[in-house]
Structures are given as structure tokens and as C-alpha cells.
């Protein structure tokens, strides 16, 4: 089944204390992306990547970091969590940035920082 | 600024039809999509237009002027299934796609 797939559903954690949370994508896409989810916000890109090793921010990359060392995978990092990153955060693809091309997302993460 | 305009919540009736108007200003343009989510729920595809004009699927059709920089999303024959957001996001000149806050439509018995 074409899926994306992010690891974990729901964290509850505490400040400072580093987290990663997984996303994988078994659909061959190109393009990857974070986004995180506040109420009334909308979808707020965190970061991007076009293709492997190549990565860019989006519009709120403060206190995040990614890599993407291969295709299917794009972890989402945060160094030292801060309560205003408690969000829902939504892993996303797609074959090209492009035109025509629909972003297929995770089932989200809802990420909890105290 | 880039700026993406829905209403943020619309009630409408079982088995009646509600549209769902989205505007935009933004730099350059490559397409306009909608999404349906459901609460707690990633975001699902509904449907994509780039040029002006009504693309319909089904229950649900969508609608884009480019010249006015509006776009709605019209659903017909509602069912209660239908209540869910739906997210409104333009694709713009470097290819970023700028997302709407998002339309909370509630449908009463």
C-alpha cells in the first residue's frame, strides 16, 4: 500500500530534552516536507526537501533540523524542544513540487512540550 | 505578503449544497488545490485547477477565476461524512504552496 508513514503518533515530553520523530515514504517521491499544525494557523511549512542531500527551510525552520541522507526517509529533529513547538506535525510527499502533483501525508504526529 | 482568505466555519444541511469560497493573493501562481481533513486526520486530495474554470468530480466541484485571484469549492448532496475542513492552497511562483487556514464545515441532520 502506498502509504507515508510517521513515527510517533503522539509524544509528550519535556523541555530540552532532544526528539526525532520518523517519516517514510514507500512511493518513490521526489519531494518531502514538514509542515506543523496550529489551530486557526493553517499548515506551516517547516522544511522541504527536492531530492536526497538536498534540504531548504520553509516558513517556520526555527528549532528544527532535517536530513535526507536517502529517498524514502525524512526525520524531523528538534534539538532542545521548547513548549511553543507543542503542535501536530504532518510528514508530506510528493513526486515533484510541481504542478499536477497532490502531497500525500502522514498520519501526524501530535507532539506535546512541557 | 502572501495571503490565502477562507471563512473559517459554514454550517449547512443534510443532502443540501454549500460552497466554500477561497481567495488569494500571492506571488505568482501555478495552480490552487483543495484538501478535506478530517479532525485529528492528515489532509486528503480533492482536487486541483490551474486554469479558469469549473473541474467537477463526483459530489464535489471546484472553481478558479484567475483574474479575481478566487476559487470555490462547491459540495453537493452533503452527507454527514462531509463534516470535515477544507483547506485551501495555492501553489505559487517558486513552486511553495501557501495553505489557508482552512473552512470548518459542520452539516446538521
Known amino acids: 500500500e502506498a502509504q507515508v508513514t510517521q513515527n510517533p503518533r503522539y509524544l509528550i515530553t519535556v523541555t530540552g530534552k532532544k526528539l526525532t520523530v520518523t517519516c517514510s515514504q514507500n512511493?518513490?517521491?521526489?519531494?518531502m516536507s514538514w509542515y506543523r499544525q496550529d489551530p486557526g494557523l493553517g499548515l506551516r511549512q517547516i522544511y522541504y526537501?527536492?531530492?536526497?542531500?538536498?534540504?531548504d527551510k520553509g516558513d517556520v525552520p526555527e528549532g528544527y533540523k532535517v536530513s535526507r541522507k536517502e529517498k524514502r526517509n525524512f526525520p524531523l529533529i528538534l534539538e532542545s524542544p521548547s513548549p511553543n513547538q507543542t503542535s501536530l506535525y504532518f510528514c508530506?510527499?510528493?513526486?515533484?513540487?510541481?504542478?499536477?502533483?497532490?502531497?500525500?501525508f502522514g498520519p501526524g504526529t501530535r507532539l506535546t512540550v512541557l | 505578503g502572501q495571503n490565502i482568505d477562507q471563512p473559517t466555519e459554514m454550517t449547512a444541511t443534510e443532502g443540501a449544497i454549500v460552497q466554500i469560497n477561497c481567495t488569494y493573493q500571492?506571488?505568482?501562481?501555478?495552480?490552487l488545490f483543495w484538501y478535506q481533513q478530517h479532525a485529528g486526520e492528515a489532509p486528503t486530495f480533492l482536487s486541483y485547477?490551474?486554469l479558469d474554470g469549473l473541474e467537477e468530480k463526483g459530489r464535489f466541484s471546484s472553481f478558479l477565476s484567475r483574474s479575481k485571484g478566487y476559487s470555490y469549492l462547491l459540495l453537493k448532496e452533503l452527507q454527514m461524512k462531509d463534516s470535515a475542513s477544507y483547506l485551501c492552497?495555492?501553489?505559487?511562483?517558486?513552486?511553495?504552496?501557501?495553505w489557508g487556514a482552512g473552512t470548518k464545515l459542520i452539516i446538521k441532520p
Open positions: 500571492t506571488s505568482g501562481f501555478n495552480g
Open positions: 492552497a495555492v501553489l505559487d511562483s517558486n513552486y511553495q504552496l501557501i
Open positions: 485547477n490551474v
Open positions: 512511493m518513490n517521491h521526489e519531494y
Open positions: 526537501s527536492m531530492n536526497v542531500e538536498v534540504t
Open positions: 508530506a510527499s510528493s513526486f515533484t513540487p510541481g504542478q499536477y502533483n497532490e502531497q500525500f
